[in-house]
C-alpha cells in the first residue's frame, strides 16, 4: 500500500489513543458504581472516569478538527458502496456518541457540584449551573447513550478485523499508529 492511499499520522495516533482511551473508560466507568467497592478505591475510578472524559472530549474535538483539514484516503475499489456507506454512518455516529457522552459526563459532574481535578488544577470555571435537575438529565443521557456507543465500537472493530484478516487495504490505512 502507498502512503497517499494512509491516513496521516497524526489522524492514526488520535484514532489509536482516542480508541485506547475509550476502551479504558468504558470498564472504569462500569466499576466505579458497583456495590462494595473500598470508597477510596471508588473515588480513584471516579477521577480516572471523569479526567479520562475530559481527554477523550478534547482530543475527540481535535480529530474533527483534523478531519476538516486534513484529506481522507479514499477506499479501495474492492469496497462495495453499501460498505463505504456503513463506514461513514458508523464513524459519524462515533464521533457523535463520544461527544454526547464527554459532555454528558461534564454536565452531570458539574451540574450536580462536583469537581473535575484536572479542569479545577488549571482554573477552568464550571460551565454549567448547580442544578439536580439538569444533572439527572445528563445522568440519564450518559447512562443511555453507552449502550449504543458500545455497539457501534464493537461494530467498528469487527469491520477493522474483518478487514484486517481479508488484507484489502482497509486496516492497513490506519495501521499502524506511528510509522510508514
Do not use: C
Not at 162 to 173: P, Q
Request: glycine share 6%; charged share 10%; hydrophobic share 55%.
Amino acid at each position: 500500500m502507498s502512503v497517499h492511499q494512509q491516513y496521516a499520522q497524526m489522524t492514526r495516533l488520535l484514532h489509536w489513543i482516542v480508541a485506547l482511551m475509550v476502551l479504558a473508560t468504558m470498564p472504569i466507568g462500569v466499576a466505579m458504581l458497583q456495590e462494595g467497592i473500598q470508597r477510596s478505591t471508588q473515588d480513584f475510578l471516579f477521577i480516572l472516569h471523569k479526567n479520562g472524559g475530559v481527554i477523550i472530549l478534547l482530543l475527540v474535538l481535535l480529530r474533527i478538527i483534523w478531519r476538516v483539514v486534513t484529506p481522507t484516503p479514499a477506499l479501495p475499489t474492492s469496497v462495495p458502496h453499501w460498505q463505504q456507506r456503513v463506514a461513514a454512518a458508523v464513524q459519524t455516529a462515533l464521533y457523535a456518541l463520544l461527544l454526547i457522552m464527554a459532555i454528558s459526563g461534564y454536565v452531570r459532574v458539574r451540574a450536580g457540584g462536583f469537581p473535575i481535578e484536572m479542569l479545577d488544577a488549571v482554573g477552568m470555571p464550571t460551565l454549567v449551573p448547580r442544578s439536580e435537575t439538569l444533572a439527572d438529565r445528563a445522568q440519564a443521557i450518559h447512562a443511555t447513550a453507552r449502550f449504543p456507543l458500545a455497539a457501534l465500537i464493537l461494530l467498528h472493530i469487527a469491520a477493522g478485523l474483518k478487514h484486517a484478516f481479508a488484507r484489502d487495504g482497509v486496516f492497513s490505512r490506519i495501521w499502524p499508529p506511528l510509522g510508514r
